[in-house]
């Protein structure tokens, strides 16, 4: 049965073309949790699966491609890498430490950046930059998204239509549909095996 509304849809997951992203209105600091589960294939350089950042403070994950991609965890003023292949990507930001959740390792490491925070919200999709705009918009499909502030879950993202048919993710913590701040609109991937609405 699905977790959503009645009239909502639960879907696998969202697609973006590069274009759409979502505003969690979240604002991320160092106690900032985050769990993403997303498909990134193939990866393009310059591009954010999710981002914050104010002028010299961080919290992002960034794709660069030059042939063979890498991936940035900018975290407070910290910016270790790791190489990467494109595909899936199941992923945890945890007091600055980049875990593959599949394997439980540790793939990066930004713990000495020490305490930060930032006043712009964290973006899905793309980067909220310093000034307030978003760039850095990357074509992926995502599965789940749940957000953490210390130990309080403030946000559980589950991909669906709403009522209206619109594509976006529905957060189970404020019972609030989110949708595309962008342009154009995501894909809706496949229903979901357990929805019977």
Known sequence: MSKLPTGYTELEYIQSSGTQYIDTGVKPSNNTQVSINFNANPIKNN?????????????????ENYGSPVLYLQYGSKTPTVQVSAGAFNLKISNGKLYNISTGAIMVDASASGTFSISNTLYLFALHNASGGVERGIAAKLYSCTIYNENTMVRDFVPCKNVSGAVGLYDLVDAKFFGNSGSG???????????TD
């Not at 104010?54 to 992002?60: D, L, T």
């Not at 609109?185 to 929805?195: E, K, P, S, W």
């Open 47 to 63: 591009t954010e699966i999710l981002g914050a950042r104010n002028s010299g403070v961080y919290y992002e994950l960034l794709f």
């Open 185 to 195: 609109a995501f894909t809706a991937g496949n229903l979901t095996a357990d929805v």
